[in-house]
């Protein structure tokens, strides 16, 4: 018997004696980060705009100039071509989706609903709601690998130069869900200027993290808006980014940026849903976050709650399997996750144990298109949450799970 095998004797049967209920799921920011925002509930910011509007009004269907003149800096968006709207990315990406399948896009020979089929790449691990809007509207999804420096692009350029019906690709470019991967200037620059199949390809560029560091090592994008203009491919770019976790998760501001023809396109669509966002929360914004560097001050706040979590996990995922061949974990420079790897065929398992242990882990297979990992060895931890006590305890119940599971696929004998 290895080490590993016998360590894991009775443990498990322990374990379930503990009785605990603890969550790894998703990637909340805690009540200690959210505690940072107090004063967007509690400053009076009256209600008139710099230009004078009154924000309490219908209109200003794009946002506020104010509030997009501190995220263009940031998200690397010119003000003129960056919209903030709503409080959730995720529902503009679902919006983008809709108008482009009920009206196309800009160079759409067609409406995305009129084509008889339609498919996305999917790089892989990544991001369960992103597949998820995949299935609500019918869009098959292709799995690419991940590399440290973002997809495969020798597997994304021959796949979408080849085929039609691959319309576009989901990207997580910055401290990606789950592995934490940051994509290269030339993984940028080959995807802004690929030749495609579709003439209405789009790159999704998911933005989610572009200011949430966790090391001094503060991970510069290229300017994926630029270089697709520069690649002859102006349009080819949706960005989309939030202040979910930067502010409040439930009442940020999301954003919308791309061409000046995307961006028209969006608001010709939107203005049918809406008559303007919400200006007096753009308004609370601006008076918290002020300018850019006032939003890079309040993310070294976050970081000082999130970074030690994030050494917990290194240290104990050091501690449990630093000896252990096929268990490798992703050690993220910034965002919300750390992705385990275990050995193939054990995903599954390990987060069913653990949930009958009382630990929720994200379902295994999430990470991928369909819930189907098919070496079936990723996990995603989400130490965001949890007080570091919990996140402890949770962690060593995780590799107690993986243990007990190692060991009954070990061969006897
Ligand atoms: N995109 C990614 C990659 C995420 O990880 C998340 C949340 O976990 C979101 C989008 C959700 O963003 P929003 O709160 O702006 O809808």
């Avoid at 799921?25 to 967007?40: C, F, I, N, V």
């Avoid at 620059?189 to 933005?207: H, Q, S, V």
């Avoid at 002020?290 to 709650?305: F, I, K, S």
Wanted: charged share 25%.
């Amino acid at each position: 018997m290895t080490p590993v095998q016998s360590r894991s004797v009775g443990e498990y049967q322990k374990l379930l004696e503990q009785g605990l209920s603890l969550d790894l799921t998703r990637g909340k920011p805690s009540p200690r980060q959210l505690d940072l925002s107090q004063d967007l509930l509690s400053n009076p910011v009256g209600h008139t705009a710099a230009d004078g509007t009154d924000c309490r009004n219908y209109g200003g269907l794009q946002g506020l100039p104010e509030l997009r003149e501190i995220f263009a800096e940031l998200l690397q968006v010119p003000v003129a071509q960056l919209v903030a709207l709503d409080n959730s990315s995720l529902a503009l990406m679902h919006d983008s989706l809709v108008h482009a399948m009920l009206s196309g896009v800009p160079g759409s020979e067609r409406r995305w609903a009129d084509e008889p089929e339609i498919a996305f790449l999917c790089p892989v691990p990544g991001y369960d709601r992103h597949f998820a809007l995949c299935e609500r509207f019918g869009i098959r999804m292709i799995p690419v690998p991940m590399t440290p420096d973002g997809p495969d692009l020798d597997v994304v350029e021959e796949l979408v130069a080849g085929d039609a019906r691959i319309k576009g690709i989901w990207c997580v470019p910055k401290y990606s869900n789950p592995d934490g991967a940051c994509y290269s200037a030339e993984t940028v620059r080959r995807l802004a200027g690929m030749p495609t199949a579709a003439p209405d390809f789009r790159i999704f560029w998911d933005n989610a993290y572009a200011v949430h560091h966790l090391t001094d090592e503060e991970v510069e994008l290229a300017d994926v808006l630029a270089a697709c203009a520069d690649g002859g491919h102006p349009d080819r770019a949706f960005v989309f980014a939030s202040t979910s976790k930067v502010t409040l998760a439930g009442s940020g501001v999301a954003f919308f940026g791309s061409s000046p023809a995307n961006v028209a396109w969006l608001l010709g669509h939107t203005g049918k849903r809406t008559i303007g966002p919400d200006k007096i929360n753009q308004l609370r914004h601006v008076a918290l976050l002020r300018d850019a560097d006032g939003v890079r001050a309040h993310m070294r706040r976050h970081r000082e709650l999130l970074q030690p979590k994030f050494e917990l996990v290194e240290r104990i995922l050091r501690e449990e399997f630093g000896d252990q061949p096929g268990v490798r974990w992703s050690q993220p420079k910034g965002g919300y996750f750390v992705s385990l790897e275990v050995p193939e065929g054990c995903a599954r398992e390990v987060v069913r144990l653990a949930g009958a242990a009382g630990v929720a882990l994200t379902p295994a297979g999430a990470t991928h298109p369909y819930g189907d990992d098919p070496a079936d060895r990723t996990i995603r931890i989400a130490p965001s949450y949890p007080e570091p006590a919990d996140l402890e305890t949770a962690l060593r119940a995780l590799a107690v799970c993986v243990r007990e599971v190692l060991a009954a696929a070990a061969p006897q004998g």
